[in-house]
């Protein structure tokens, strides 16, 4: 069981990403999260300068989302636990989120002996009731082992993406779940490569070369000359190939694009910003790709080079991306799904 322990939030990953509510006790095999990471929620509204809502790039709520989908996942809500024990267990999540978990001993053991039972019955449509007279202690413990197991305290995670999480995994216990959306996904992929890095002992991403920000106006002219772009007002450096022809997506609408992003040498590729197909509306993306999105049409081909203030701003950057420096990326319009018009 501890073995199982160890790789349960890896593994949740994989549910999340598929759409299954993998049950407990065969959610352990390590996750070899390699597909490639959307950018739709990295890119999440803001406005030049303002920090994004996570350090990874994610907002808020996907980290609710992916805690309501772990707490679906694992029955938490079907298995008969009372509010003090399910406190109990975030509590000793919490705890070794804060580095100082609690010690699983056989009271704990035997609980998690037990919500491998319940859950195989739950999953096979059993309604036998959850058994034994357990301690706090023990829900306490069995907490702390799972959030030792999703390495939650070494994957970056701030206090407040933690409490997001936990509260996410609170509704799904209390029968109101979020609706997981494509920002959670995302989420749970970063997870999965993360913690397989932690436990490979490799570091998750190498980070692009250091930047001077007093050279970013000479580094904009000079990509401007060798990208053959155009400049903005607003500093965005831009290249846009006609494509079909067709209406320019609005604000509202959402887009299908494909994105291959590299740091400002033009060299290190930024797989935590690139996919092959992002979802996403064009006023939850990053300023710079809300203007310049507006400049394409379908099979349109563009190249961005976007200045910090028009990508993270001044807020966290994700893991590997210099702070403060221009991004490239190459995007591709694969489609336009228009906005709802609204009721009359």
């Known amino acids: 069981m501890a073995r199982r322990l160890k790789n349960f939030a890896a593994a949740f990953s994989r549910g999340i990403l598929t759409g299954v509510k993998t049950p407990l006790p065969r959610m352990f095999p390590i996750l070899v999260a390699a597909a490639a990471l959307a950018v739709a929620t990295a890119m999440s509204a803001q406005t030049p300068g303002a920090a994004p809502k996570s350090a990874a790039g994610f907002p808020t709520s996907a980290y609710a989302e992916l805690g309501s989908s772990m ?187 494909s994105c291959n992003a590299v740091a400002f040498d033009g060299v290190t590729k930024l797989p935590q910003l690139s996919s092959g197909r992002i979802h996403s509306k064009v006023e939850q993306m990053f300023p710079g790709f809300r203007e310049g999105l507006q400049m394409m049409t379908v099979d349109s081909h563009a190249i961005f080079v976007l200045p910090p203030a028009l990508s993270f701003g001044h807020g966290a950057w994700p893991e590997g991306v210099t702070q403060g420096s221009p991004i490239i990326f190459e995007v591709t319009l694969l489609d336009v799904v228009p906005a709802p018009a609204p009721k009359p």
């Open 71 to 257: 707490g679906q996942a694992s029955h938490f809500g079907e298995i008969g636990w009372t509010d003090e024990q399910f406190g109990a267990f975030i509590d000793g999540m919490r705890a070794a989120f804060a580095g100082k978990p609690f010690e699983m001993d056989d009271t704990g053991h035997r609980l998690s002996a037990e919500m491998g039972r319940r859950i195989d019955g739950i999953d096979a449509g059993a309604k036998g009731p959850f058994t034994g007279d357990f301690p706090l202690s023990a829900y306490s413990a069995f907490g702390s082992s799972v959030g030792l197991g999703g390495h939650f305290g070494e994957v970056g995670w701030t206090q407040d993406q933690f409490d997001a999480f936990a509260e996410g995994m609170r509704s799904a216990f209390k029968g109101t779940p979020y609706e997981v959306e494509d920002s959670a996904r995302q989420l749970a992929a970063d997870m999965g490569r993360r913690i397989k890095a932690i436990e490979a002992g490799t570091p998750t991403q190498q980070a692009a070369p250091p930047f001077d920000p007093s050279k970013l106006v000479q580094y904009m002219k000079d990509a401007s000359a060798r990208y053959h772009l155009q400049l903005s007002e607003s500093g965005l450096g831009y290249s846009v190939t006609p494509g079909r022809n067709g209406i320019r997506p609005r604000l509202g609408d959402t887009v299908v694009i």
